[in-house]
């Protein structure tokens, strides 16, 4: 049985563990917040690793809209392949 997960509220929190989550002042620059922040939205997506094949049966998650991780690519919350 799949339970139906609530959908976050936007925040900064959703951007742990995204590449640009640099940009939300995590570093030396100045710069505290990531530019693509303020246009992203808050979307159903599955978080698929490059390395592996279809079919993708892993529940979909809430991600924002922008979120980049190495090695990942996200598809449609109904993508099986």
Request: hydrophobic share 30%.
């Amino acid at each position: 049985m799949v339970t139906k997960k609530a959908r976050p509220t936007k925040s900064r929190d959703l951007c742990s563990g995204c590449t640009e989550n640099f940009y939300n002042g995590n570093n030396s620059l100045g710069v505290t917040q990531c530019w693509n922040f303020k246009s992203a939205r808050v979307i159903l997506r599955k978080q698929v690793h490059i390395n592996y094949v279809p079919p993708w049966n892993q529940d979909a998650d809430y991600f924002l809209s922008c979120r980049r991780v190495r090695g990942y690519v996200f598809v449609g919350k109904d993508e099986k392949h």
